[in-house]
């Protein structure tokens, strides 16, 4: 039999209303019909770059420019007092100089109609993972292309050079030259196929638990020793990030490319050039392997930024497939092979825009067994 309602134990004490919204994972904040900012939670405060109290003395319109679809969300949920979804909006922010593409919630608060709940879904992960897997298809398809242009065309070519040089020799002056074109031709038609042919290795990496930040100070070295006068690389390392699995050359090719590109983006502007390299512990990032149940973790984020002028906004979702470039005369084929090594680590690799210059994101498992750094002990273990 239940006991009586009276001789129930006491609920626990409830948390207050302020720790409750603190707890959430997205930015939320509470506005008045004046759309005057009564209540912001920690991860608002981490979006917008402000502290609560800061945030307390603003409208969302000094926040958001005022054209943003997002006051169309809120004013429908007066209209209509219930729950707005508008997915993938571009809210504007500009004390951070850039766009954000997010999922907005809208929620009127029944017990005091006043007041609009606004949630901000960031469009991170889950959208970074479908692109980087979409990357990998194309990587996929690039792979059965380079192993028929192996196969295929590198043959002819050499049958090709070695006639023309055979034909030289017998030739006058002006005809010598053109056989020399011949051969130069095939030469680099060659040499982008060897590129190519780089996507049709599909075999096992040989892997070691890898320092990722000895990687990152050969990087720097290489890249302090290949740039202009004017740039300068700079380093902010979490010290405490346990081992990657990895192959240590790999690493440096990627990190290697990334920090040449950026280099490359800052160009002529070098004055006020600087490449940041930072690494962080970002617990809680799950990635499902397809067709299997696994699940992997990747908590280990090591970025790559520059102050050059970004990436194109319309080229960004496409950065990492074949031959889209930025270069005049580039190939396009170093991005598309950063996320090959990055996809054989089982990393994902993403390109950002932080309003100046372009970030390139890349995160990796850590090393199974390892210990996670002591503030996420026990979070997040693969």
Do not use: W
Request: proline share 8%; charged share 25%; net charge negative.
């Amino acid at each position: 039999m239940n006991a009586p309602l009276n001789d129930r134990p006491p609920a626990p004490d409830a948390p207050m209303p302020k720790a409750v919204v603190d707890a959430l994972p997205n930015p939320l904040i509470v506005l008045d019909e004046a759309c005057r900012i009564r209540l912001a939670n920690v991860a608002a405060e981490d979006y917008f770059q402000a502290s609560s109290n800061m945030l307390l003395r603003h409208k969302l319109s000094d926040l958001v420019p005022f054209s943003s679809p997002v006051f169309g969300s809120i004013a429908q949920a007066r209209a209509s007092a219930g729950v707005v979804n508008e997915y993938s909006l571009a809210v504007g922010t500009p004390r951070l100089g850039g766009e954000r593409l997010v999922d907005v919630q809208a929620t009127l608060m029944h017990d005091d109609p006043r007041y609009v709940i606004l949630m901000l879904l960031e469009r991170s992960m889950a959208h970074k993972i479908d692109r980087q897997l979409t990357s990998r298809g194309a990587a996929r398809s690039v792979s059965g292309m380079a192993t028929m242009l192996a196969h295929e065309i590198k043959n002819p070519l050499a049958g090709i050079r070695g006639a023309a040089q055979l034909l030289e020799p017998a030739l006058n002056s002006d005809d010598r030259a053109l056989a020399r074109l011949i051969c130069e031709e095939t030469d680099r038609i060659r040499d982008l196929v060897d590129q190519m042919e780089v996507f049709s290795d599909e075999r096992p990496l040989e892997k070691s638990p890898v320092n990722i930040h000895a990687v990152l100070e050969r990087v720097k070295r290489l890249t302090t020793a290949s740039m202009g006068e004017g740039v300068s690389v700079r380093e902010d390392y979490d010290p405490s990030l346990p081992p990657v699995l990895g192959n240590k050359d790999q690493l440096v090719q990627v990190f290697l490319n990334l920090a040449k590109n950026a280099a490359e983006a800052i160009g002529n502007n070098a004055q006020a050039g600087e490449i940041l390299l930072t690494t962080a512990f970002r617990p809680g990032i799950r990635l499902t392997v397809p067709g299997s149940s696994e699940r992997i973790t990747l908590p280990l984020e090591v970025c790559v930024h520059d102050t050059g002028p970004g990436v194109p906004e319309e080229l960004r979702p496409n950065i990492f497939d074949p031959f889209v470039t930025t270069k005049p005369g580039g190939k396009g084929l170093g991005l598309a092979l950063v996320a090959k090594i990055v996809r054989d680590h089982g990393g994902i690799i993403e390109c950002a825009d932080r309003g100046r210059g372009a970030t390139f994101r890349v995160l990796l498992p850590m090393l199974r067994g390892a210990a996670a750094p002591r503030d996420f002990d026990g979070d997040d273990t693969p």
